[in-house]
């Protein structure tokens, strides 16, 4: 690690350097452009809009109010249902996803790993399609072919015998979230297959081989051997999952609109959010409640995550491979 | 893919039909009928934008013929929308972010991996906290901030905040790549009089597979976004096809033609550019999520 000479190495020699000098121009140049732009329009607006939910406002000004917003969100007739029962639908959405979406993309991701299997880059491919389009996109193609009038979904159905079960289920207060949780776990369910793909991949042949001269079966092999070895994959899955599930304003917004119906049955916190703080109709947009809806998404967010860090990852066994 | 066939079927994969090489037939059967699941609604739509509205309701399942082709969709679309308008608009902050992402973060990651300098890990760690918070929680003082700089309904908004948005996860996989360039290399350049600078621009592109998996991986989130635009940047002048084709279809919503034609004309651009890039998409996306 002796670099002697040229002009650009003055200062700037890699690893083991002394730190008692002053911080190299070069390294500045490196890091000031992006960590700039990330702080401002990333960081500095999430402290911010938790300052924003801490303030009312006044006459032309804001007043500070402690966590009143907050107490107001979680008790107020006005705010505390529309508040819970996007919680609740949030929940739903995230419930549908890791009980549909995460076993069928493990299944897929099974049987794409399976050895000398043919054609697994097309397979791949295709299967991971929809996730690159958009929410809006995917909303209106199933809001089309869902939609009575085309017809489109119930002669399916009908080809498969269940004619009889089909009901415009979009427009179906009780139905519509799962509907809707249903649509987004099509678009998104080549992420938890590619995740457990790579896992498995990463799983030596020599395991699978020693069980099998164990004589055990197929079914044993997964879920004694394979199953604890993509454990981890597991808990990533789920906490992608979770977080993702905050972001699913665009699906419902498209189809169902900002004011998320039949009459609020499919609201959750991102619908929430967009109608508190920028207004919708004859509703006027209140920043500082947005802010408020938004601290409490944050508050859920790392919840989430702070479990998974503290809980899952100190509790679930990580095998060397 | 060295290890691509380490994990094989349960033992009841008959070994005859592996032998002939087209692997378990069990597999085949799952994997060939989710494709159907996954591709059938694309292809559903994709193939009606071409028919007459007749033709659309009578015979939706089968391609377009000579009797039923018919382009009065696109004719509509073209005519009554501004897609042309809007796909620029897309393009141009998709674009501009993703260079500025691509550069400024490969940039971050070059100095994380290369020198070891005060406040590397928490520079490390600091970038790393986005990967994980929706900026969109931000939106009530991104709004505020984006007025307060003037830009309100301008392209630079959605651009600065898309570019917050990737860097994060731009700088952690672009680290990892380049801390597998070989220092050696870039020691000799050194002694060789090379600048810090073209050391840099020696060592991206070597991890050219690295930035191509980042800008893919970047792109789609902010091509498919709907809330920065409707928020930040709604106005005609400056809607995006994602808002474009979402208030579009909204408007026609009882013009199947047009209806179909737009959703087609809004997802052509992604899947030819995925069916180009799909390799490194899901080499970045594993690469992100496993390391």
């Given at each position: 690690?002796?670099?002697?000479?040229?002009?650009?190495?003055?200062?700037?020699?890699?690893?083991?350097?002394?730190?008692?000098?002053?911080?190299?121009?070069?390294?500045?140049?490196?890091?000031?452009?992006?960590?700039?732009?990330?702080?401002?329009?990333?960081?500095?607006?999430?402290?911010?809009?938790?300052?924003?939910?801490?303030?009312?406002?006044?006459?032309?000004?804001?007043?500070?109010?402690?966590?009143?917003?907050?107490?107001?969100?979680?008790?107020?007739?006005?705010?505390?249902?529309?508040?819970?029962?996007?919680?609740?639908?949030?929940?739903?959405?995230?419930?549908?996803?890791?009980?549909?979406?995460?076993?069928?993309?493990?299944?897929?991701?099974?049987?794409?790993?399976?050895?000398?299997?043919?054609?697994?880059?097309?397979?791949?491919?295709?299967?991971?399609?929809?996730?690159?389009?958009?929410?809006?996109?995917?909303?209106?193609?199933?809001?089309?072919?869902?939609?009575?009038?085309?017809g489109v979904g119930e002669a399916m159905m009908r080809m498969a015998g269940l004619g009889?079960y089909f009901?415009?289920?979009?427009?179906?207060?009780?139905?519509?979230?799962?509907?809707?949780?249903?649509?987004?776990?099509?678009?998104?369910?080549?992420?938890?297959?590619?995740?457990?793909?790579?896992?498995?991949?990463?799983?030596?042949?020599?395991?699978?081989?020693?069980?099998?001269?164990?004589?055990?079966?197929?079914?044993?092999?997964?879920?004694?051997?394979?199953?604890?070895?993509?454990?981890?994959?597991?808990?990533?899955?789920?906490?992608?999952?979770?977080?993702?599930?905050?972001?699913?304003?665009?699906?419902?917004?498209?189809?169902?609109?900002?004011?998320?119906?039949?009459?609020?049955?499919?609201?959750?916190?991102?619908?929430?959010?967009?109608?508190?703080?920028?207004?919708?109709?004859?509703?006027?947009?209140?920043?500082?409640?947005?802010?408020?809806?938004?601290?409490?998404?944050?508050?859920?967010?790392?919840?989430?995550?702070?479990?998974?860090?503290?809980?899952?990852?100190?509790?679930?066994?990580?095998?060397?491979? | 893919?060295?290890?691509?066939?380490?994990?094989?079927?349960?033992?009841?994969?008959?070994?005859?039909?592996?032998?002939?090489?087209?692997?378990?037939?069990?597999?085949?059967?799952?994997?060939?009928?989710?494709?159907l699941?996954?591709?059938f609604?694309?292809?559903?739509?994709?193939?009606?934008?071409?028919?007459?509205?007749?033709?659309?309701?009578?015979?939706a399942y089968?391609?377009?013929?000579?009797?039923?082709?018919?382009?009065?969709?696109?004719?509509?679309?073209?005519?009554?929308?501004?897609?042309?308008?809007?796909?620029?608009?897309?393009?141009?902050?998709?674009?501009?972010?993703?260079?500025?992402?691509?550069?400024?973060?490969?940039?971050?990651?070059?100095?994380?991996?290369?020198?070891?300098?005060?406040?590397?890990?928490?520079?490390?760690?600091?970038?790393?906290?986005?990967?994980?918070?929706?900026?969109?929680?931000?939106?009530?003082?991104?709004?505020?901030?984006?007025?307060?700089?003037?830009?309100?309904?301008?392209?630079?908004?959605?651009?600065?905040?898309?570019?917050?948005?990737?860097?994060?996860?731009?700088?952690?996989?672009?680290?990892?790549?380049?801390?597998?360039?070989?220092?050696?290399?870039?020691?000799?350049?050194?002694?060789?009089?090379?600048?810090?600078?073209?050391?840099?621009?020696?060592?991206?592109?070597?991890?050219?597979?690295?930035?191509?998996?980042?800008?893919?991986?970047?792109?789609?989130?902010?091509?498919?976004?709907?809330?920065?635009?409707?928020?930040?940047?709604?106005?005609?002048?400056?809607?995006?096809?994602?808002?474009?084709?979402?208030?579009?279809?909204?408007?026609?919503?009882?013009?199947?033609?047009?209806?179909?034609?737009?959703?087609?004309?809004?997802?052509?651009?992604?899947?030819?550019?995925?069916?180009?890039?799909?390799?490194?998409?899901?080499?970045?996306?594993?690469?992100?999520?496993?390391?």
């Amino acid at each position: 690690m002796e670099a002697t000479g040229g002009r650009g190495a003055t200062g700037s020699l890699p690893h083991r350097m002394g730190t008692r000098r002053p911080f190299p121009a070069h390294i500045l140049v490196f890091i000031a452009p992006a960590v700039a732009i990330y702080t401002v329009f990333m960081v500095f607006p999430l402290f911010d809009s938790l300052r924003l939910s801490l303030y009312a406002p006044q006459g032309g000004g804001s007043v500070f109010t402690g966590l009143g917003n907050y107490v107001r969100l979680l008790t107020d007739p006005l705010y505390a249902p529309r508040f819970w029962g996007a919680v609740r639908h949030n929940l739903v959405f995230f419930a549908v996803h890791m009980l549909v979406q995460n076993p069928i993309g493990l299944v897929l991701a099974v049987a794409l790993s399976s050895r000398r299997l043919r054609g697994r880059t097309v397979y791949r491919t295709l299967l991971f399609m929809p996730t690159v389009l958009s929410f809006v996109i995917v909303g209106f193609i199933w809001q089309l072919i869902l939609s009575p009038l085309w017809g489109v979904g119930e002669a399916m159905m009908r080809m498969a015998g269940l004619g009889g079960y089909f009901r415009p289920w979009l427009g179906m207060e009780g139905p519509a979230l799962v509907a809707l949780s249903l649509i987004s776990v099509w678009q998104f369910v080549g992420v938890p297959m590619l995740l457990f793909h790579a896992a498995l991949l990463a799983i030596p042949d020599e395991f699978i081989e020693a069980a099998r001269v164990d004589g055990a079966s197929g079914w044993m092999t997964f879920w004694r051997i394979v199953f604890p070895l993509i454990l981890p994959t597991v808990g990533v899955v789920a906490i992608l999952t979770y977080v993702g599930n905050f972001n699913a304003f665009d699906l419902i917004y498209t189809v169902q609109g900002a004011l998320a119906g039949p009459n609020f049955s499919t609201d959750i916190l991102g619908t929430l959010f967009y109608r508190t703080f920028f207004g919708f109709q004859l509703q006027l947009g209140n920043p500082t409640m947005g802010a408020t809806i938004s601290g409490a998404m944050f508050a859920l967010i790392m919840a989430g995550v702070l479990l998974y860090v503290f809980v899952w990852q100190r509790r679930v066994q990580v095998y060397e491979l | 893919m060295a290890r691509a066939d380490v994990w094989r079927e349960p033992l009841r994969a008959p070994a005859a039909v592996t032998k002939e090489g087209w692997g378990p037939p069990g597999a085949h059967l799952v994997l060939g009928a989710y494709v159907l699941v996954a591709i059938f609604p694309v292809v559903l739509i994709v193939m009606n934008s071409f028919k007459s509205r007749a033709a659309i309701f009578g015979e939706a399942y089968t391609p377009p013929r000579p009797g039923t082709f018919d382009l009065i969709g696109y004719e509509t679309v073209f005519t009554r929308g501004h897609f042309e308008r809007y796909f620029s608009n897309s393009v141009a902050v998709t674009g501009t972010a993703i260079i500025l992402i691509v550069l400024l973060g490969a940039a971050v990651a070059f100095a994380l991996s290369q020198y070891r300098f005060r406040g590397n890990t928490s520079l490390a760690l600091y970038m790393a906290v986005g990967i994980m918070i929706p900026i969109r929680l931000g939106t009530v003082s991104i709004l505020n901030l984006s007025s307060a700089l003037g830009l309100a309904n301008t392209l630079w908004s959605l651009v600065l905040v898309y570019t917050a948005q990737g860097l994060p996860l731009a700088v952690f996989i672009l680290q990892l790549f380049m801390r597998q360039v070989p220092r050696d290399l870039l020691d000799a350049a050194r002694i060789d009089g090379m600048s810090e600078y073209r050391i840099f621009g020696l060592v991206l592109p070597l991890v050219r597979p690295a930035v191509a998996s980042v800008a893919v991986l970047t792109m789609i989130p902010i091509w498919n976004d709907l809330w920065f635009p409707l928020i930040l940047a709604p106005g005609e002048a400056t809607k995006t096809v994602t808002l474009g084709a979402q208030m579009f279809v909204g408007q026609f919503i009882s013009d199947w033609n047009a209806l179909l034609a737009a959703l087609t004309l809004a997802m052509l651009p992604v899947l030819a550019l995925y069916v180009v890039l799909s390799r490194q998409l899901i080499r970045g996306l594993t690469a992100g999520a496993l390391k």
